[in-house]
């Protein structure tokens, strides 16, 4: 069985389809969430496509990708879903901090892998040449699989702090104005 292969140009350092309109089952193939998902986003309000075909059919467009993109990084860095919509929906909002945020993150994970690997690698080899294995050594190992953990609930801790202090700063710009978020406290 043949497979038809997509054909794709490249632009700004971007490979793009040339298709230009998905519907939403082409969307959930593309990248690999569920109808469901795209649908419940759409639901929601956090991800709606930019235009519906005649027969009613969600279409996504690039600039829909894009969007969803950021939706996924924002998710990924461990915001929910009402945090996701509230930083992009903020007029501060910039792709290119996220993006950074993401790599900085991956940088942290893959370097705490790499010392739980090493630590495991050290277990494993004394066990291959049936040296005893210590108590510190498993406590060596315990105390980085530990880390790795906490390095997670941190991470989704600062993010949390990040999005209070957003949230104040805006609550301070309209203080009195609860249409635009202050509490109108009289």
């Known amino acids: 069985m043949k497979v038809p292969v997509k054909k ?19 969307l959930a193939k593309l ?3 569920t109808i469901r ?21 969600r279409l996504y467009n690039e600039s ?3 969007r969803l993109q950021q ?34 993150r991956l940088k942290e994970n893959i370097s705490m892998q790499q010392k739980l690997l090493k630590e495991l690698q050290n277990i494993s080899s004394l066990m291959q040449i049936n040296k ?6 498993f406590t060596k190992l315990l105390d980085m699989m530990k880390k790795s953990h906490q390095s997670y609930f941190i991470g989704r801790q600062k993010n949390v702090e990040r999005q209070l202090d957003r949230l104040g700063d805006f609550l301070a710009r309209y203080p ?4 635009k978020g202050g509490t109108n406290n009289e």
């Open 8 to 26: 794709c140009a490249r632009n700004e350092g971007m490979i793009i389809s040339k298709k230009t309109n998905w519907k939403v089952g082409e």
């Open 64 to 66: 829909d990708l894009s």
């Open 176 to 179: 009195d104005n609860p249409k």
């Open 37 to 57: 998902t795209l649908r419940y986003y759409d639901q929601i309000g956090l991800y709606s496509p930019s235009d519906y075909s005649k027969g009613g059919y």
């Open 132 to 137: 005893p294995v210590t108590v510190e050594d």
């Open 31 to 33: 990248t690999g969430l």
């Open 71 to 104: 939706i996924l990084a924002l998710k990924e860095l461990g915001l929910s879903l009402e945090e996701v919509k509230s930083v992009l929906d903020n007029d501060d909002y910039n792709t290119t901090e996220v993006i950074s945020l993401q790599i900085s």
